[in-house]
């Protein structure tokens, strides 16, 4: 799922896949970031159960070496 354009069923939110969480009672999680808005300015990014989640099959799942810098961008959500 990392890398994935996804779109999400319930509000139709879409962006990239950038981080996915796992917890031990279920209800996975996906951090979705969406593109840029017209004026420059990056939205907050939200986490999504990811049942919730359709994967745009036709566009091409993004891969980025970060050996060198690995990091989140943003924390995993508190349950």
Do not use: H
Request: net charge negative.
């Amino acid at each position: 799922m990392l890398g994935n354009t996804v779109t999400d069923k319930v509000t139709g939110f879409k962006g990239v896949v950038t981080g996915v969480v796992q917890y031990l009672t279920g209800c996975n999680q996906a951090l979705v970031v969406p593109p840029m808005s017209a004026d420059g300015k990056l939205p907050d990014s939200q986490w999504f159960d990811v049942q919730r989640l359709d994967i745009s099959a036709d566009i091409p799942a993004i891969v980025l070496d970060n050996a060198a810098t690995p990091g989140c961008d943003r924390a995993p959500p508190r349950r």
